[in-house]
């Protein structure tokens, strides 16, 4: 039988309506949070600026230039401190052979360094949660590949907070399976992620969240203004959606997955609204939610956009191809900092370099990046289906969903918000209830989810709540 619970507007106006976060009570997240250093941090980036350059058609035989060396370190690195842990990490290079094109003047051999945890529950670990952060990097010249590019922000910062994740959480449980990866070519047009993301399209593998960190390495602006409390959230699903139905309608091809899933998605969105609900943005939520918890004071800003105008990043190809995906960045940028040669002009020295770079700053973005992933990680699978209950006029709202395909579900939490906010405002817990009803609060005025919790207070990603065709 399935278990109900109804809500009075008058209990919800004992305290429900404002939401309180959680305690934070996993000792294991506590454990990784900790763990997380800005020092070494810090000279992670340092040896990555002294390979001189990395970028994706540089040399790869030296031990001490060039971006075959960097790879190398890269992978000891991770190797390391699997050891060093006594960790479950499985740490290996993934490559292929680029053809010329636009940014490869010549076939390139493109190598990822990927390092795998896997997850400890037999259903669970099919779930997969991806963070990236580029090895590669550019001078001025997309094509120079011999002259001096640090890339110590963009994109040292984000590899070496992947790193730090990586060796933290190397020994402790995760009922999902978490990716670490430093991927290569990202300056050359997104190539070693494109290939992961084909690859796992290819194999069906369940993606679940894909986050890349990408020039995270500031917390001062080009005007001077240093914003050491919050980082951006690139996050719309919504786009690659549209741009897929309409290639398919163009095209008069059979619908893959994605492309049917996107119809489906459009036509739900149709009839009920949830531009902003689409899986990237529940996961864009879910990850600020987390971070938030864990760490009081450092805000993650949610932008509905794919990325800043006139650049991409990683995340890209994971979304064109369905899965959640979203992408890290500093508050405000300095471009003097990117992109650029190294060289000095009216006084101002350009050039992406170490001493440009904040490391408590990158420090604080991993543990924001680690809180999500490991608590996303822990917790089970969300509902696998949430109905909005619309066959009569009222004013209350009711809610069914399915159970989540996991054990060790500890209950599920409510959660809505009104059709403008970015966010979710209000939750209740149902406990073990598949079945809400929220007297007094109207379907026609709020957007609802629901989320599935382990007995620690993690969080899945929330479920959005349709209606039937």
Known sequence: MRRSFVLHAAALMLGALAVIPASA???????????????????????????????????????RRGIGAARRWIKQRLDNCNAERKGRLGVRFISHVEPAGRRIDRPTEIVNVVATLPGFDPVGRERVYLVSGHYDSRASDVMDAKADAPGANDDASGVAAVIAMACAMADQP?????????????????????????????????????????????????????RADTVRLFADGLTPMLKTVLANERNQAGEDAFAKQAREQLAQIARIGGEHDTPTHQFARAVKRA????????????????????????????????????RFTEPVEDFRHQHQDLRETDGYRYGDLPEYVDFDYVARVARANAAALASLARAPAAP???????????????????????????GYRVVWR???????????????ARELTLKGVSK??????????????????????????
């Open 25 to 63: 009570d996993d000792a294991v997240i506590a454990r990784v949070l900790e763990r997380i250093d800005a020092r070494q941090i810090a000279a992670d980036i340092r040896t990555l600026a002294a390979f001189g350059t990395r970028h994706t058609m540089s040399e790869t035989a030296s031990e």
């Open 444 to 469: 026609d005025n709020y957007l609802f989810g629901v989320i599935a919790l382990d007995a620690e207070g993690n969080e899945s990603a929330a479920r959005f709540a349709g209606i039937e065709p």
């Open 291 to 326: 971070a938030e918890r864990w760490q009081p004071g450092f805000a993650v800003q949610l932008i509905a956009r794919r990325d800043r105008f006139l650049r991409g990043g990683d995340h890209l190809p994971f979304l064109e191809r369905g899965f959640p995906a979203v």
């Open 384 to 410: 696998a289906r949430v109905l909005l209950d619309t066959r009569s006029l009222s004013n209350d709202t009711r809610l069914t969903w399915d159970a989540s395909t996991e054990r060790d579900v500890a």
């Open 418 to 432: 009104e059709t403008t906010s970015p966010v979710w405002q209000y939750q209740h817990d149902a406990g073990n």
């Open 174 to 226: 995760t009922r999902a399976t978490i990716v670490f990866a430093a991927v290569a070519g990202e300056e050359q047009g997104l190539l070693g992620a494109d290939r992961l993301a084909r690859d796992a399209a290819a194999a069906h593998t369940r993606i679940e969240g894909m986050i890349t960190n990408d020039i995270i390495g500031s917390s001062l602006g080009d005007d001077g203004v240093r």
